[in-house]
């Protein structure tokens, strides 16, 4: 008898197994700038073609603001339409619930990980997603133009806001009227408070809430540096970068219409790409410091598998394949995108034909999180808070020191007892 | 059988089965909207009152008026009040809302019935043009949002680059990023894009004026402007009010043009978006629950008493 249970086991195994190899339909959600959904799309064709499966693109906005609701509007609906998401750094400890447990299915990988982005990605033991790339933003510069004015790459702001203003002042006198010195992620958006953390950080302002979640944002460090960056803002900076995500401050720059720009790895494909009129002029630095020295925001994406698919998985399956060697090493030469997998780092035809990855290696060792696992579910509120402050000042709707005040009163409010 | 003969218990008979008609005609219509609207709203005002998060709607909690009005206490006899009733964004997004509202309306309704006066008269090609004219607002709202966004950018656009080469302007404005402009550019889109819709609709009103009305003001000799005025006017009213509260109705509930065209900021965050942005971005349903709960009443208040001034005017037309 219990000979013949288990032969019926295993026959429904057996039949499970081979309902698992048919052909399925996958869908994959992906907020994509740049090249990213092109990329995609080609390293879906080898899995499709390897596996007989089939997988769809979604696409999503450009802006992880208006991605993540949608998002949770589709998680905390059970939704199964989508099988995999592309997860923004910060959002693991917000939605962990919602996904599968990658823990098993990458034991036999994960070594070759960097232990940071799967870190960053893990909440109370649970592997939420598989880290796609990281993330630390550049200096972007116009080599040609600061060597022709006399100017050195500048390692402080005020640096920077001197340099972009004598430079952009001298190419408008010879008749380059449309030049600006820097351009920046300034619309009110997540993009925001990555952007002024940095600035917020080397100023030596710290963080928005500690690791302990404290805040402490409130002090005049930080306060001058959101002067500083108010200060841009029709001088430097064109006052629609009041309104810039990624894209737009890409665009000026990439028309050649700015000396600096601060922006993600997925620029550089595309700034030093054969269709940009500035290619040959565009090099990169780590962003510039000051007495808190240089503070450059983590970023990145991660893969995870929803808890409501109906093929798990395959899904599983799609998401180690998209993070394999092979794949990270494509994403880093054609799109420039920082692999999560260590090896690609010494890897010398990534060396050869994207310097930019191997060059990046220490910036993005040194790279600092956004408070996403202190503040917990109400990060998204968190910064909301902070990039209104900061938004609020350049607009000049109050001054930094005001701001900031206020912020630290509504912050408090917000974490009550604990966060 | 002729009304006259009848008898009375008759007479109730058929009052009764017409009534009973009326019920079972109306009944399909009145189930649906109990499910599409009757329920949402229903589960919307409830959530309004509980500590329901987005997560697990189902162990939503009872809590009253907390997420409309209570007193934060700091535990030290001190404290201060809290919720969306004490929140000062709220009350800048109701502003916001009602400043667009009545800006944009005001004006799609004379640009409105201009256009409509002229697509009145005969000329030729006219099929033509009252058919040109619906184009922006066949338009999804967020393709001419987005279409807009790149017309009004401050490096890239057409409009900035126009009123330079005219000389109306010297350097670009950042149109939808400086507070300053941010909320007249979303007017102006607005406008752009509901006129066509308020010509319609008072185009149709003044159709329905008889001809002969015209004709014997025309015999009498009274002055074009006079004949507006005292004539087509008030012929037409009644069909521009119900065009001014539909659109009235609609820009109080703005969502996409805003969400699209500018950064959400204080100087153009709409009631829509405030709650919007509690239910889905933030951990907060039940919070931004009760702000739609709010904006509800805001609309319905206000679609009542302009219902209720513009009715009384209309009796005394008669």
Request: net charge negative; aromatic share 10%; hydrophobic share 50%.
């Amino acid at each position: 008898m219990t000979q013949y249970l288990k032969s019926l086991a295993g026959a429904a195994l057996v039949s499970l197994a081979a309902f698992s190899v048919q052909a399925e339909t996958l869908n994959i959600v992906h907020g994509a700038v740049g090249m990213d959904d092109e990329i995609l799309r080609r390293q879906l064709d080898a899995f499709e073609a390897a596996t007989g499966h089939t997988v769809n693109i979604v696409s999503m906005p450009e802006s992880t603001t208006d991605q993540f609701s949608q998002y949770k509007l589709w998680l905390s609906a059970q939704s199964s339409d989508i099988d995999v998401y592309r997860l923004d750094v910060i959002w693991a400890p917000q939605i962990s619930e919602h996904f599968v447990d990658m823990n098993e299915a990458v034991e036999d990988i994960r070594d070759q990980f960097v232990p940071s982005a799967l870190d960053a990605q893990t909440v109370d033991g649970k592997l939420v997603a598989m880290p796609m790339f990281m993330g630390a933003p550049a200096l972007y510069y116009r080599a040609d133009l600061l060597e022709k004015h006399g100017k050195s790459v500048p390692t402080t702001w005020e640096e920077l806001t001197a340099t972009a203003a004598e430079v952009m002042e001298a190419e408008r006198a010879e008749g380059n009227g449309d030049m600006w010195g820097f351009v920046f992620q300034g619309a009110a958006y997540e993009g925001l408070t990555c952007n002024a953390m940095e600035w917020v950080g080397a100023m030596g302002g710290g963080m928005i809430v500690g690791e302990d979640g404290s805040v402490g944002i409130n002090n005049p460090q930080a306060a001058a540096a959101i002067d500083l960056a108010a200060s841009w803002v029709g001088s430097i900076a064109p006052s629609g970068v009041l309104n810039y995500k990624e894209e737009d401050a890409r665009g000026t720059f990439q028309s050649g219409n700015a000396v600096f720009m601060r922006n993600w790895n997925y620029a550089y494909a595309l700034v030093t790409g054969d269709d940009s009129p500035v290619k040959d002029a565009v090099e990169v630095a780590p962003l510039p410091g000051g007495p808190g020295g240089a503070v450059a925001t983590l970023g990145g994406a991660a893969l995870g598998v929803s808890a409501y698919s109906e093929h798990p998985e395959v899904a599983i399956e799609l998401v180690k394949f998209l993070v394999n060697f092979e794949n990270q090493k494509m994403r880093a030469i054609d799109t420039s995108r920082p692999a999560t997998i260590t090896a690609i780092y010494d890897d010398a035809e990534v060396a050869e034909k994207m310097p930019f990855i191997p060059l990046w290696k220490p910036v993005l060792d040194g790279t600092t999180p956004r408070p996403a696992f202190s503040t917990k579910r109400k990060y998204n509120e968190v910064s909301a808070e902070f990039w209104t402050a900061v938004h609020n000042t350049m607009s000049g709707n109050g001054t930094a020191e005001s701001n900031l005040a206020a912020l630290e009163a509504r912050l408090t409010r917000l974490k009550g007892d604990a966060w | 059988m002729d009304a006259e003969t009848m008898t009375a218990p008759d007479l109730s008979r058929l009052a009764r089965q017409r009534k009973r008609a009326a019920w079972a005609f109306l009944a399909p219509m009145l189930i649906v909207l109990a499910a599409v609207a009757a329920w949402p709203l229903a589960r919307t005002i409830w959530f309004g009152f509980t500590d329901a998060s987005l997560d697990q709607l189902g162990n939503a909690q009872w809590v009253g008026f907390q997420n409309y009005l209570h007193w934060f206490d700091y535990g030290n006899g001190q404290g201060e009040w809290e919720g969306v009733l004490a929140d000062p964004r709220w009350w800048r997004s109701v502003w916001n809302t009602i400043w667009f509202a009545g800006l944009s309306v005001s004006i799609e309704t004379v640009f409105g019935l201009v256009i409509a006066l002229v697509l009145h008269r005969s000329f030729p090609g006219r099929g033509l043009v009252r058919a040109a004219i619906l184009i922006p607002w066949a338009i999804p709202t967020i393709v001419s949002a987005k279409m807009w966004a790149w017309m009004l950018h401050d490096q890239f656009g057409i409009v900035n680059d126009m009123l330079m080469r005219v000389g109306l302007i010297d350097s670009a404005i950042a149109w939808t990023a400086t507070p300053g402009t941010a909320m007249f550019a979303i007017v102006a889109v607005d406008v752009w894009k509901t006129t066509p819709f308020m010509a319609l609709l008072i185009l149709a009103a003044l159709q329905m004026v008889p001809d002969d009305i015209y004709e014997a003001a025309r015999m009498d000799g009274v002055p074009a402007f006079r004949l507006f005025r005292k004539v087509t006017l008030p012929l037409i009213l009644p069909g521009l009010l119900v065009a001014v509260v539909f659109r009235t109705l609609d820009a109080l509930r703005v969502f996409d043009l805003i969400y699209v065209l500018t950064p959400n900021t204080d100087a153009t965050r709409s009631m829509s978006i405030y709650a919007r942005e509690n239910l889905f971005d933030y951990d907060k349903f039940a919070y931004g629950s009760a702000a739609s709960t709010l904006l509800f009443f805001v609309i319905a208040l206000i679609t009542i008493t302009f219902i209720r001034v513009t009715r009384m005017n209309l009796e005394r037309e008669d």
